[in-house]
């Protein structure tokens, strides 16, 4: 289950050197996240107003490989690895070209109103093949 979206390198994307800025790949992976879920038929927005919880990043364990430019045209990949309980762990890339410039493992927790984790949405756990918890 592995989802893929292109990002442009802008001139504001990029350091003195003209790379891009290291924090800036976590954008880029940020919107990758929530272009996969919304692939997944899924609406943040409702299913927070519904009262099934956020996405807050847990961990991010990234690596840098290679740099990318102004003007390259990048394609961002995010795949699901696991989940329990109220995490989520998936598998991001950075890429151009097919070449892997940057990679992350992130773990997403869900988090309720009170900001406490509460277990993952079902409408998401039918997607990854998870058991939905009992209805409350």
């Known amino acids: 289950m592995t989802h893929s979206i292109p990002i442009r390198v802008y001139y504001e994307d ?14 880029f992976i940020e919107r990758g996240r929530s272009e996969w879920v919304r692939a997944l038929g899924l609406d943040q927005a409702a299913m927070k107003a519904a009262g099934e919880g956020v996405f807050a990043v847990r961990r991010a364990v990234a690596d840098y490989r290679a740099p990318a430019h102004f003007d390259d045209l ?23 070209g097919g070449k892997c410039l940057f990679e992350a ?20 756990l039918a997607h990854i093949g998870g058991n939905p918890p009992p209805k409350r």
């Open 74 to 96: 990048l394609d961002v990949t995010t795949e699901y690895l696991s989940h329990s309980g109220a995490r989520l762990i998936l598998r991001q890339q950075v890429l151009r």
């Open 14 to 27: 990029t350091d003195l050197a003209g790379i891009v800025y290291y924090a800036n790949y976590l954008k």
């Open 105 to 124: 493992e992130v773990t997403l927790v869900c988090l309720g109103e009170t900001g406490r984790p509460q277990p993952l949405p079902r409408a998401l």
